[in-house]
């Protein structure tokens, strides 16, 4: 198998699994037990919050631990407008990941205000736009710091400055920034990501919510590791996600300039077919390429892929069943390019021969598709 | 007539557009509305084979025949133009 999907997932590191498998087998006490299994499990998940906080630039008790970046996203927003009922306009964008859209959706039925932010011909945010769009009583604004279908990084260090000079929360989902990018969290009010997308398990994220905001919790149940998420620690899993951090940043250079080794030679390559359109631009994190083949559907093809073992997708895996990418249709503004777009996102995993070989398959298609 | 709207909550279009069609429905007090949602309602939405591109907008005459479609982002004058005007 090829995979070429890590903007949907990645394996989790050795590492990483052999932390949690220690921690599991170790330090398996519930973390706000009194005797000794306890402190020796609250001892592990404080060294790894610090861990966590001290390369993200922010306080352990920032820190709030869920299952899932959806479900961080969701306590940000939602738990947000319920602390501020009497603020009820909200600021987005059309590139959110699901989990931003559908608490939105369901705050609009609410007599919620949801308005979007426009683009830009670069397909990031439109500051003036955004500006312009504050009012009294907006809540927040909540943005996503790397559009996950066309690797677009977004100015999210300029609206932070925005949000903070006009006293807006500002939430972010920095899910696929994270460990690929450097960026500011300093002056972002609240940030969500997960462990899955940087080689740690599955079945952990965080919301980061600096200690001036408050929120009302989507889980009641009393003190864990932060009032504002009940639940038994999540032991091993918060101890493999501090590891698969902790490596995500001290290797994020030699990661990098790997990754962008690989970006620089398969985008040479696929400028060299006349029937491919690159729709990731300059601005874009090396770590996603989005492509668009006019004339497919982009679900056949990735179903092609597959049938040979070649794992790339049409768009982030949680947007569903359209088919139509809003992310493409916002830089290229062509309907075609935004219904035939494909996404391959690289890894310091990736080799060149895995590359090789998904060129040729393309090719191969190409050649049939011409018949 | 009748419109019936397929969406689902994860679709930034259809976020857009729910507002867009509730202030449409102002003016058209007359019309009946259903709303399906791709995932909730499944089994309902698919009888209509509503495609990959959402939101739908499926306008129905008064004996309950399709009499037009139109599919995705509007603006408001399209809106009303294409769905309600047709």
Redesign the interface.
């Known amino acids: 198998m090829i995979y070429l999907d890590y903007s949907a997932t990645t394996p989790v590191d050795e590492e990483v699994l052999m932390r949690y498998v220690h921690v599991e087998r170790h330090a398996f006490g519930n973390a706000n037990s009194k005797h000794c299994a306890g402190v020796r499990a609250l001892s592990e998940v404080t060294e790894a919050t610090n861990s966590i906080a001290k390369l993200l630039n922010v306080l352990p008790e920032e820190i709030i631990y869920t299952s899932c970046a959806s479900e961080a996203n969701n306590l940000a927003i939602k738990g947000c407008a319920l602390k501020h009922p009497h603020k009820k306009h909200i600021i987005t964008?059309?590139?959110?990941h699901?989990?931003v859209?559908?608490p939105?959706?369901?705050l609009?039925?609410n007599d919620y205000?949801?308005d979007?932010v426009e683009l830009d011909e670069h397909g990031r945010y439109d500051l003036n736009h955004l500006q312009s769009m504050i009012r009294d009583d907006t809540l927040m604004i909540t943005l996503v710091a790397v559009d996950s279908e066309t690797g677009i990084r977004q100015p999210i260090e300029e609206v932070a400055e925005i949000a903070r000079s006009k006293g807006v929360l500002l939430h972010c989902d920095i899910t696929q920034a994270l460990g690929k990018c450097p960026i500011d969290v300093r002056d972002i009010d609240l940030f969500s990501c997960s462990a899955h997308k940087i080689y740690g398990p599955k079945g952990i994220g965080m919301l980061v919510k600096k200690k001036s905001v408050s929120l009302v919790p989507m889980i009641h149940g009393g003190r864990s590791t932060t009032v504002f998420r009940s639940g038994t620690p999540q032991n091993a899993l918060i101890c493999a996600f501090a590891r698969a951090v902790e490596l995500a940043y001290w290797h994020m250079d030699t990661r990098a300039a790997r990754v962008k080794e690989l970006r620089t030679y398969l985008v040479k390559e696929l400028s060299g077919f006349d029937k491919i359109s690159i729709n990731s631009n300059e601005f874009a994190i090396d770590q996603i390429l989005n492509i668009s083949v006019k004339g497919i559907d982009s679900?056949e093809w990735v179903s092609n892929f597959s049938s040979k073992g070649i794992c790339i997708s049409a768009r982030s895996a949680?947007?569903?069943?359209?088919?139509?990418s809003?992310s493409v249709y916002a830089i290229t503004k062509d309907h075609g390019l935004a219904?035939s777009s494909l996404r391959i996102s690289l890894s310091h995993l990736t080799t060149m021969d895995q590359l090789r070989a998904f060129l040729d398959v393309l090719e191969d298609f190409l050649k049939e598709m011409g018949d | 007539m009748k419109l019936i709207v397929i969406s689902a909550i994860w679709c930034p279009a259809c976020l857009i557009m729910s507002k867009r069609v509730k202030e449409a429905l102002l003016k058209f007090p007359d019309w009946a509305f259903v709303k399906l949602d791709l995932d909730m309602d499944e089994d309902e939405a698919n009888q209509w084979n509503p495609g990959k591109t959402l939101p739908v907008f499926i306008v129905l005459d008064e004996s309950g025949k399709e009499i037009r479609r139109v599919i995705g982002e509007l603006s408001k004058d399209r809106l009303i133009k294409d769905v309600f005007h047709g």
């Open positions: 964008s059309v590139l959110e699901s989990s859209v559908a939105l959706y369901y609009q039925q205000l949801v979007m679900d949680c947007s569903g069943k359209e088919n139509f809003k219904t």
